[in-house]
T-cell receptor, first 110, second 113 residues
Framework: EDKVVQSPLSLVVHEGDTVTLNCSYE??????LLWYKQEKKAPTFLFML????IEKKSGRLSSILDKKELFSILNITATQTGDSAVYLC??????????FGTGTRLTIIP | NAGVTQTPKFQVLKTGQSMTLQCAQD?????MYWYRQDPGMGLRLIYY???????DKGEVPNGYNVSRLNKREFSLRLESAAPSQTSVYFC????????????FGSGTRLTVV
């Protein structure tokens, strides 16, 4: 069964801390893994990963994929209150449908 | 560019009432999707349309119908609303055949009482 599992479910840290969010997947015909940030409304796209070991980076956010071990991590360094959100991981299993995990709720305390 | 536009943003229905959620995209995307989001459940696919004229069931299609009216528009209909359909509904679109992920609408918060 195609499945995406995220951990932890929630995380509370202080501003300035570094966090690592995890996403594991069990999908056949895996093509890509995507990360989204969801604040109050619609999810917004962060990264798409298709190849193992190649880090994608955008400012303080970075992500990497391990296709052998079937997982991805999202790192956020020097966290800010604006990073507070739900982070969603999704996998594409070859027919343009995305399977989403339940998300990690990240709260940054000033 | 408006992207993906959903209407209405909020709706309260009584059990048994019907309604249609509207979605339109102006990005010339081929594929469109309807998801629902419930606490602790993540986003679950209701129906999708890979191209104009085609629709397919997703993970949770029961109680819903869809219409791909044209390339731009994909509507979701609840024929007889039930409290279990209280949720936030998101429409999304993507370019078929690529890995660029989705563009989401801003969501519809539906409450069925």
């Amino acid at each position: 069964e195609d499945k995406v599992v995220q951990s932890p479910l929630s995380l509370v840290v202080h501003e300035g801390d570094t966090v690592t969010l995890n996403c594991s997947y069990e999908v056949t015909n895996f093509r890509s893994l995507l990360w989204y940030k969801q604040e109050k409304k619609a999810p917004t796209f962060l990264f798409m990963l298709t190849s193992s070991g190649i880090e994608k980076k955008s400012g303080r956010l970075s992500s990497i994929l391990d296709k052998k071990e079937l997982f991805s991590i999202l790192n956020i360094t020097a966290t800010q209150t604006g990073d507070s959100a739900v982070y969603l991981c999704a996998a594409n299993f070859g027919n343009e449908k995305l399977t989403f995990g339940t998300g990690t709720r990240l709260t940054i305390i000033p | 560019n408006a992207g993906v536009t959903q209407t209405p943003k909020f709706q309260v229905l009584k059990t048994g009432q019907s309604m249609t959620l509207q979605c339109a995209q102006d990005m010339n995307h081929n594929s469109m999707y309807w998801y629902r989001q419930d606490p602790g459940m993540g986003l679950r696919l209701i129906y999708y349309s890979a191209s104009e004229g085609t629709t397919d069931k997703g993970e949770v299609p029961n109680g819903y119908n869809v219409s791909r009216l044209n390339k731009r528009e994909f509507s979701l209909r609840l024929e007889s609303a039930a409290p279990s359909q209280t949720s936030v509904y998101f429409c999304a679109s993507s370019i078929t055949g690529t890995n660029y992920g989705y563009t989401f609408g801003s969501g519809t918060r539906l409450t069925v009482v």
